[in-house]
C-alpha cells in the first residue's frame, strides 16, 4: 500500500512568487492534515479536511494560504503571496476516520521544503 | 490536548534498549498517549500509541504507569537508524465539536544512538 506522498520535495521562490504544495493521502483516508515546521521552531498543525470540508483551519496563518480538496482525494496548499517567514517544510498526513472511541493514527508524508528567497 | 513533558536529549548504546520517558500529568480520562519520531528532516513516523494498558508492537513498546501520569517508550535493541527526535503526544480521539483532532507536537527527545 503506498504511503502519503508529496509534491514537490523541494521548492525555491522568490518573494512575491506564487507555489502550490500537493499532498495524496493513503487510498481510503478521509482525513488529510497540513503541519508545517519553520526553523528552529516545532511542527505546528495548519488544517485539517474530513472528505473535501475544511473541518478546522485554526492553525492557518493568514489569508495568503489557500487549501483545498476537491472531490476529497488529493489536497492543495497554496502561497500566494510568498514571504520571507513562509520557509519550511510542509508536511500533509492522513488517517482513516475511525468509530468515536477508536483512536485514529495519522500517518505522515515526506514533506515539502519551501525556501522562499 | 493534555501537555507532555520529556528531557531534551538522551544517548543510548547501539544494542541497548532506549528508555525515553514522558511526563503528561494532567492527562484526562480519554486522552490518548502517542509516539512519534522524526528521523533527521523526513516526515514524522508513527511509532505506538495506547490509552491505559501497555503496548508492544514491532518497532516498541510502550508502558504506561496506573495513574496515566507518565509513559515510557522502550526500543529494545536500539540501532543507529533509531537515532531521531521522538515526540511523546497526548490526544483526544473522540470526534465532536471542539475536539481537536490534531497533533501536537512539542520539542520532543533527541535520541542519539552511539556506535
Known amino acids: 500500500e503506498a504511503g502519503v506522498t508529496q509534491f514537490p520535495s523541494h521548492s525555491v521562490i522568490e518573494k512575491g512568487q506564487t507555489v502550490t504544495l500537493r499532498c495524496d493521502p493513503i487510498s481510503g483516508h478521509d482525513n488529510l492534515y497540513w503541519y508545517r515546521r519553520v526553523m528552529g521552531k516545532e511542527i505546528k498543525f495548519l488544517l485539517h479536511f474530513v472528505k473535501e470540508s475544511k473541518q478546522d483551519e485554526s492553525g492557518m496563518p493568514n489569508n495568503r494560504f489557500l487549501a483545498e480538496r476537491t472531490g476529497g482525494t488529493y489536497s492543495t496548499l497554496k502561497v500566494q503571496p510568498a514571504e520571507l517567514e513562509d520557509s519550511g517544510v510542509y508536511f500533509c498526513a492522513s488517517s482513516q476516520d475511525g468509530s468515536r472511541w477508536v483512536a485514529d493514527t495519522q500517518y505522515f508524508g515526506p514533506g515539502t521544503r519551501l525556501t522562499v528567497l | 490536548d493534555a501537555k507532555t513533558t520529556q528531557p531534551p536529549s538522551m544517548d543510548c548504546a547501539e544494542g541497548r534498549a532506549a528508555n525515553l520517558p514522558c511526563n503528561h500529568s494532567t492527562i484526562s480520562g480519554n486522552e490518548y498517549v502517542y509516539w512519534y519520531r522524526q528521523i533527521h528532516s523526513q516526515g514524522p513516523q508513527y511509532i505506538i500509541h495506547?490509552?491505559?494498558n501497555n503496548e508492544t508492537n514491532e518497532m516498541a513498546s510502550l508502558i504506561i504507569t496506573e495513574d496515566r501520569k507518565s509513559s515510557t517508550l522502550i526500543l529494545p535493541h536500539a540501532t543507529l537508524r533509531d537515532t531521531a527526535v521522538y515526540y511523546c503526544?497526548?490526544?483526544?480521539?473522540?470526534?465532536?465539536?471542539?475536539?481537536?483532532?490534531?497533533?501536537?507536537f512539542g520539542s520532543g527527545t533527541q535520541l542519539t544512538v552511539l556506535p
Open positions: 503526544i497526548v490526544r483526544v480521539p473522540l470526534i465532536s465539536s471542539g475536539s481537536a483532532r490534531q497533533l501536537t
Open positions: 495506547g490509552l491505559k
